[in-house]
């Protein structure tokens, strides 16, 4: 009888659903009714400054506002290219300042609605072994992006931690290697659950020695190892659905 338990308990373990790196972000994302958001307009502010973005059936328009003083600075990222208003005013660029400003807005866009972007053309995802941080199971999923498509930091390598009860993106952290590189950790501080939609805030980490095995970095973090640097907190989010 004891055999026979065994082997109930092993068929029901080996029956469990294994989910495939492209399935747990698809998973997460319904989880987190993000992908309402492929036909919304989403405002917030970040940082004094203020983002929209405005997603339409594979269309995109990306914005940012800077306002310093009696200066209006604007920012606009799209499919087609990148525009930069100084008070209405279009301001050619050199190629090395639109690259530079066109990064930073579509960073901050990205990092707003992730697992969303996860599923872009250039992105190349597999997963990991599973682990438990603070008690709970997570899928660990490598990102990694080809050279066409990638933009220039296409040589970084991102984790993402999705928990496995739920498919909720709750750690991430990525190793970077422009301005000297480095390694970064981000935790949950808080959600904001906005029109049913999943955003979240972060505490933002970094390891006292950036040369460490980066795909150990959540080992780390659960030993205390990581030095928070910042907040990454988005206010007065909107959503407009079409």
């Known amino acids: 009888m004891r055999h026979l338990y065994i082997f109930l308990l092993l068929l029901i373990v080996s029956c469990k659903p294994k989910f495939t790196a492209q399935e747990v972000i698809d998973k997460s994302i319904e989880h987190s009714k993000l992908n309402e958001i492929e036909n919304a307009t989403i405002s917030f502010n970040f940082r004094k400054n203020h983002y929209e973005a405005t997603r339409d059936k594979g269309t995109f328009k990306l914005v940012r506002v800077i306002k310093n003083d009696s200066v209006t600075i604007k920012d606009i990222l799209s499919n087609d290219a990148f525009e930069r208003f100084v008070n209405d005013s279009l301001i050619e660029l050199s190629k090395k300042d639109e690259n530079r400003y066109s990064n930073s807005v579509n960073s901050v866009h990205y990092f707003s609605v992730l697992p969303i972007g996860l599923n872009d053309k250039a992105v190349q995802k597999k997963l990991l072994e599973d682990v438990t941080i603070k008690g709970k199971q997570y899928y660990k999923v490598r990102v990694?992006?080809?050279?066409?498509?990638?933009g220039e930091d296409f040589d970084?390598?991102?984790?993402?931690?999705?928990?496995?009860?739920?498919?909720?993106?709750?750690?991430?952290?990525?190793?970077?290697?422009t301005n000297g590189g480095g390694v970064r950790f981000r935790d949950v501080k808080e959600e904001k659950i906005v029109k049913g939609i999943r955003f979240v805030d972060y505490n933002n980490y970094k390891p006292t020695d950036k040369d460490i095995d980066f795909f150990t970095i959540d080992k780390?973090?659960?030993?205390?190892?990581?030095k928070k640097l910042s907040e990454i907190v988005l206010e007065d989010i909107q959503v407009d659905t079409f």
Do not use: C
């Not at 990694?144 to 990638?150: H, K, L, N, P, R």
């Not at 970084?156 to 290697?177: S, T």
């Not at 780390?220 to 190892?225: P, T």
């Open 220 to 226: 780390l973090y659960e030993e205390g190892k990581l």
């Open 156 to 177: 970084d390598v991102f984790i993402y931690w999705f928990a496995k009860d739920n498919f909720q993106l709750n750690y991430l952290a990525y190793k970077y290697h």
């Open 144 to 150: 990694t992006f080809t050279e066409e498509g990638g």
